[in-house]
């Protein structure tokens, strides 16, 4: 098992991070029993734009209202998706607004906690994050 793949399944180190390339993730968990889902949020430019575009990625059940607290409900379910973990890959989310962004990165890591106190890794990854984000990794190319 790889180093990455060790740390993706690790639950206590589930978070927010940024990443600068996603495709050693992507193989780092190819075949495994963790369900990685790409969220392409180019173009979307404010909450009315970005919540429907996670809800499609994540196949988000009918009830989910369209509001800052029904994703934070969703993203601490997840009941419909069965997998041993859970791995968001953001992608072009820097266009959002500062405050939706990070209001999005808040309702991440508190999804992330929750399922984190339940011993199942939870990793939300933005592609070329802001660098206020974590790294998940350091890339050594």
Known sequence: MSKLLQRL???SK???YR???TDEIEQATRGGDLHVVR?????ASDKETLL???ARALAFPQWFGGNWDAL???LSDLSWMTAGGYVLLFEGAGGLPLVDR???VDILASAAASWAERKRPFFAVFLDGPPALPALYNDRR
């Open 19 to 21: 990443t600068s390339r």
């Open 39 to 43: 969220i392409d949020l180019a173009g």
């Open 14 to 16: 589930s978070g927010v």
């Open 102 to 104: 990070g209001t999005l």
């Open 9 to 11: 399944s690790d639950a």
């Open 52 to 54: 429907p575009r996670i």
């Open 72 to 74: 934070e409900d969703c």
